[in-house]
């Protein structure tokens, strides 16, 4: 059986081999955070655009300057001033964080380090050329490449496409992900269960793991576990670009997703990953579409969400996979597993001390979505590790949604 580590690199691999361009479109800097960038973005002028002082001073010749020296100030120059005058030998002038060096001045003196009577000002420490000022061009020259195609948007990115202009820039399409749970238990969120029913809150979570992957969530419902209805809502989510499907892949009598899928033409890459929860996931294509068919019960859902539709995602939506961000913790508290699987445990991550720290939250297993609601991270057990004393290290994967 595939560890989890390859069956991604699989997903990876097969999607990548069937490269295909998205579409595109305008997106307002505002309305971007998460596209990915269709577009380089180049500087409009230099950075900064002029020498830029990073304290509140006087700007001098820093010869001029030196300890016990005194200068007569000439002005002051406040942030947006413009500044054409160039800074006579022999004076200072006073200038505030953020506004422009005058010609001349090659370097900025803090405030606190000075002393003034009227309009002289007396010099506490030498000065040294370059001090507390950001040189013109110093982060980035005109015409530089800003940001590169491919890119994911964050808040940073999005500032810079800002900064230098580009208040609309161009995107590659979210690739656009079906969404259909399985299960003659399973009944809309609006509706009253009876007592052997459940609500359907896997279309819930894929539609906001979709979200926040950057995909376009399409919602199909839930499809009954029959042949017909199964048949007719995958050859619905076979429209989109990736179809996610949950439940109905484990082995049971009326697990019929894999056997649909089979009769409509599905090549499957991997149909179990040696993983728990999440042991039966199904990865396959099917015509144009990249279908994932995912262990119903809540959790699992999630996981295998987390580490195999987010790099599909990304590939599809022309940016470069994401890696998994895995972090290390030391655990607070022994762990016995079973051995031959990757464990993922909800966890606790904490910033208390030192090092950071995870500890297992106690849970009734994949089915325990209150659990989750404790935990910010799963904790990863490897397959060859039966204990886990308290104190050694471990892997930590994040929920992206609360770290
Ligand atoms: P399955 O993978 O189809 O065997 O489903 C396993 C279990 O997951 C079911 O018995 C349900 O308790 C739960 N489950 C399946 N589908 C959903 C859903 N859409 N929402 C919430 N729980 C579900
Ligand atoms: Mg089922």
Same mark, same amino acid.
Request: charged fraction near 20%; charge should be neutral; glycine fraction near 8%.
């Given at each position: 059986?595939?560890?989890?580590?390859?069956?991604?690199?699989?997903?990876?691999?097969?999607?990548?081999?069937?490269?295909?361009?998205?579409?595109?479109?305008?997106?307002?800097?505002?309305?971007?955070?998460?596209?990915?960038?269709?577009?380089?973005?180049?500087?409009?002028?230099?950075?900064?655009?002029?020498? =830029?002082?990073? !304290?509140? *001073? %006087? $700007?001098?010749? +820093?010869?001029? #300057?030196?300890? &016990?020296?005194?200068?007569?100030?000439?002005?002051?120059?406040?942030?947006?001033?413009?500044?054409?005058?160039?800074?006579?030998?022999?004076?200072?002038?006073?200038?505030?964080?953020?506004?422009?060096?005058?010609?001349?001045?090659?370097?900025?003196?803090?405030?606190?380090?000075?002393?003034?009577?009227?309009?002289?000002?007396?010099?506490?420490?030498?000065?040294?050329?370059?001090?507390?000022?950001?040189?013109?061009?110093?982060?980035?020259?005109?015409?530089?490449?800003?940001?590169? =195609?491919?890119? !994911?948007? *964050? %808040? $940073?990115?999005? +500032?810079?496409? #800002?900064?230098? &202009?580009?208040?609309?820039?161009?995107?590659?399409?979210?690739?656009?992900?079906?969404?259909?749970?399985?299960?003659?238990?399973?009944?809309?969120?609006?509706?009253?269960?009876?007592?052997?029913?459940?609500?359907?809150?896997?279309?819930?979570?894929?539609?906001?793991?979709?979200?926040?992957?950057?995909?376009?969530?399409?919602?199909?419902?839930?499809?009954?576990?029959?042949?017909?209805?199964?048949?007719?809502?995958?050859?619905?989510?076979?429209?989109?670009?990736?179809?996610?499907?949950?439940?109905?892949?484990?082995?049971?009598?009326?697990?019929?997703?894999?056997?649909?899928?089979?009769?409509?033409?599905?090549?499957?890459?991997?149909?179990?990953?040696?993983?728990?929860?999440?042991?039966?996931?199904?990865?396959?294509?099917?015509?144009?579409?990249?279908?994932?068919?995912?262990?119903?019960?809540?959790?699992?859902?999630?996981?295998?969400?987390?580490?195999?539709?987010?790099?599909?995602?990304?590939?599809?939506?022309?940016?470069?996979?994401?890696?998994?961000?895995?972090?290390?913790?030391?655990?607070?508290?022994?762990?016995?597993?079973?051995?031959?699987?990757?464990?993922?445990?909800?966890?606790?991550?904490?910033?208390?001390?030192?090092?950071?720290?995870?500890?297992?939250?106690?849970?009734?297993?994949?089915?325990?979505?209150?659990?989750?609601?404790?935990?910010?991270?799963?904790?990863?057990?490897?397959?060859?590790?039966?204990?886990?004393?308290?104190?050694?290290?471990?892997?930590?994967?994040?929920?992206?949604?609360?770290?």
């Amino acid at each position: 059986m595939l560890s989890y580590a390859d069956a991604r690199a699989l997903v990876i691999a097969q999607i990548s081999q069937h490269p295909r361009k998205p579409a595109t479109s305008l997106k307002n800097v505002n309305d971007a955070l998460g596209n990915v960038l269709a577009c380089e973005v180049r500087t409009d002028r230099d950075y900064p655009p002029f020498h =830029r002082s990073t !304290r509140d *001073g %006087y $700007a001098v010749r +820093a010869a001029d #300057a030196s300890a &016990g020296s005194k200068l007569k100030c000439v002005g002051e120059i406040k942030a947006g001033d413009t500044v054409t005058e160039p800074l006579a030998p022999g004076t200072c002038i006073q200038i505030m964080t953020g506004a422009a060096l005058p010609a001349g001045a090659d370097a900025v003196v803090m405030i606190e380090f000075t002393e003034r009577i009227g309009d002289t000002v007396m010099f506490q420490r030498a000065t040294s050329s370059g001090q507390n000022f950001v040189p013109k061009g110093s982060e980035a020259r005109a015409n530089d490449l800003a940001l590169k =195609r491919g890119l !994911r948007l *964050g %808040y $940073a990115e999005l +500032a810079l496409a #800002a900064q230098v &202009g580009a208040a609309e820039v161009v995107c590659y399409n979210r690739p656009r992900v079906a969404i259909l749970s399985t299960g003659d238990e399973v009944v809309p969120i609006t509706e009253s269960p009876s007592p052997f029913h459940i609500r359907n809150s896997n279309s819930v979570s894929l539609t906001a793991q979709v979200r926040l992957a950057g995909g376009e969530p399409v919602p199909l419902g839930n499809a009954l576990d029959r042949v017909d209805d199964l048949s007719a809502k995958i050859e619905r989510g076979l429209k989109e670009d990736i179809l996610v499907i949950s439940g109905g892949v484990s082995m049971g009598k009326y697990d019929l997703v894999e056997t649909v899928l089979k009769s409509v033409g599905t090549e499957f890459y991997f149909d179990a990953v040696a993983i728990r929860p999440g042991k039966p996931a199904v990865f396959g294509r099917c015509r144009n579409t990249f279908v994932f068919g995912l262990p119903g019960n809540p959790v699992s859902t999630m996981v295998t969400f987390q580490l195999f539709v987010i790099p599909a995602i990304d590939v599809l939506g022309g940016a470069r996979p994401r890696q998994l961000p895995l972090l290390e913790a030391n655990i607070v508290k022994t762990l016995h597993e079973k051995p031959g699987l990757t464990h993922f445990l909800p966890g606790r991550f904490e910033w208390t001390g030192i090092s950071p720290e995870v500890k297992p939250l106690s849970w009734q297993g994949s089915g325990d979505i209150a659990a989750l609601t404790k935990s910010n991270c799963f904790i990863v057990v490897p397959a060859d590790r039966q204990d886990i004393p308290a104190g050694e290290k471990v892997s930590v994967l994040p929920r992206l949604d609360v770290i």
